[in-house]
């Protein structure tokens, strides 16, 4: 029980804070001047950069979970269900990195004029 409760009063603390930002960033937002990032003038360059970004994101990402795999595969120690979870992991993660890296060539084929 008491664990719990320090659990309460620290999810409540850590909410306080994250609203009192929030609020703060509310009431100065007069003063900020936002520009688009969206550089695009059209749809296809608008996806080109898109699929430009989203690779640039995804591509690190899959390198990641291929380490994470490679963990999985030297702690699996044998257990079948963790073997079975390292592969589709590692699947999952080459074949994520692969789109990743053929997302320009996807969007240039699909936009081809």
């Given amino acids: ?3 719990n409760n320090i659990i ?11 609203f009192g930002i929030l ?3 509310l009431a ?3 003063s900020v001047n936002l520009t688009s990032p969206i550089t695009a003038t059209d749809f296809k360059s608008f996806f080109r950069a898109l699929a430009v970004g989203a ?6 990402a899959a390198g990641l979970m291929v380490v994470i795999a490679g963990v999985f595969f030297i702690t699996s120690a044998g257990n079948p269900g963790r073997l079975s979870t390292a592969k589709t992991c590692l699947f ?3 074949l ?3 789109i990743a890296g053929s997302a320009e060539i996807i969007v240039n084929t699909v936009l081809a004029p």
Avoid: E, Q
């Avoid at 009063?9 to 804070?17: G, K, P």
């Avoid at 690779?55 to 690190?60: D, L």
């Fill in 92 to 94: 999952y993660a080459i």
């Fill in 8 to 18: 309460n009063r620290v999810a409540i603390l850590s909410s306080s804070v994250v």
């Fill in 96 to 98: 994520g990195g692969f």
């Fill in 55 to 60: 690779a640039a994101i995804i591509g690190p």
């Fill in 28 to 30: 100065f937002a007069d």
């Fill in 1 to 3: 029980m008491k664990g």
């Fill in 23 to 25: 609020a703060a960033g």
